[in-house]
């Protein structure tokens, strides 16, 4: 029987209710009847709900509700990733807002380890223009506890292979004031280390992206720094945002709106199979490896000026006294 005879009904609660996002988009394309029951926007709003429990929250319903179809445009604006060149247009002809919300899910496997909405005062101002931009999720010194318990025995390297293959996170930034929606998550940690410090494990999530003109290539750096307690129990003590220019410096309010605004007005491509885990990984590496590089380039060149001071004061030293003696 052809999915077209059976009745709406069944269709609507049997058939696309199982669908996830990037189905039932597909399956709306194939005839004006389906497109018609699959924008039902209780099936949307359950689709995001399922992939991101924080878009539940009050305020990123209300926000959402603003969008042009709702949790559908929603959908389409933060599932897929965003391009990886930003455009001229993409970063200048950006208006200012004076907030924006951040819709954080933190998984483990299936099991979510920590959810939150942030909402962030970006009112451009002189100190918010000038100063770093960080926003951090948690308080000095709060742990959020889990009931994930990673089976490792102790082993250090085990356990930083489970969270580099099973971790997963979105961080979803809304621009109320454009209602758009950006996924700045790679989805899978780019890179998994221990601190030797602190002995915390340091999760970083990055998206790298470059711009027409203004900025070489940034990072859109999300750290999460975790633990695991002697039973095996998963702990989060620290989910932060911050955007870094090529040489690793925070940059500043201003300028990192300039990227964050862009990246949620630029185009999108497809989500692969293992997002997060291939492609985001090799474009980070990339940028760690031209960081180190520009690092090294202005150590010579720093070496070289210290050497010319230290020649040029023996030289005026050895031209003072001979004048002195002779």
């Known amino acids: 029987m052809a999915i077209a005879e059976l009745h709406e009904d069944i269709i609507k609660t049997h058939i696309l209710t199982r669908l996830d996002g990037q189905t039932l988009a597909a399956a709306a394309s194939t005839s004006s009847r389906l497109q018609s029951l699959c924008s039902d926007p209780k099936l949307w709003s359950d689709i995001c709900s399922s992939n991101w429990p924080s878009t539940d929250d009050v305020l990123v319903a209300e926000a959402i509700s603003n969008f042009p179809s709702g949790h559908r445009s929603f959908f389409s604006d933060a599932f897929p990733s965003p391009a990886h060149r930003l455009?001229?247009?993409?970063?200048?002809?950006?208006?200012?807002?004076?907030?924006?919300?951040?819709?954080?899910?933190?998984?483990?496997?299936n099991d979510l380890v920590f959810s939150k909405v942030e909402s962030t005062n970006t009112t451009p101002s002189d100190w918010f223009r000038s100063s770093p931009f960080r926003v951090d999720l948690l308080e000095p010194k709060e742990i959020v506890p889990s009931s994930v318990k990673i089976t490792g025995d102790g082993d250090d390297h085990v356990i930083l292979s489970s969270l580099q293959d099973h971790v997963t996170l979105s961080w979803i930034m809304i621009d109320p004031t454009r209602n758009r929606a950006v996924d700045l998550s790679s989805v899978r940690p780019v890179s998994v280390q221990r601190n030797w410090l602190t002995g915390d494990i340091e999760l970083t999530f990055a998206v790298v992206v470059s711009s027409e003109e203004t900025f070489d290539h940034v990072s859109c750096n999300i750290l999460v720094t975790c633990g695991v307690k002697e039973g095996g129990e998963l702990h989060v003590s620290g989910v932060s945002l911050t955007v870094l220019d090529v040489d690793g410096k925070c940059l500043s309010g201003k300028d990192s709106m300039v990227i964050l605004?862009?990246?949620?007005?630029?185009?999108?491509?497809?989500?692969?199979?293992?997002?997060?885990?291939?492609?985001?990984?090799?474009?980070?590496?990339?940028?760690?490896?031209?960081?180190?590089?520009?690092?090294?380039?202005?150590?010579?060149?720093?070496?070289?000026?210290?050497?010319?001071?230290?020649?040029?004061?023996?030289?005026?030293?050895?031209?003072?006294?001979?004048?002195?003696?002779?």
């Open 87 to 109: 455009t001229t247009a993409a970063t200048t002809a950006s208006i200012p807002t004076s907030r924006i919300i951040c819709a954080v899910d933190l998984r483990y496997g």
């Open 261 to 326: 605004q862009g990246l949620a007005v630029a185009p999108r491509r497809g989500r692969k199979h293992g997002h997060g885990g291939g492609e985001e990984r090799e474009r980070y590496e990339e940028y760690v490896q031209r960081r180190r590089e520009r690092n090294e380039i202005t150590e010579r060149r720093e070496r070289r000026l210290d050497m010319a001071c230290v020649a040029s004061g023996v030289g005026f030293f050895v031209a003072f006294w001979s004048f002195a003696l002779f």
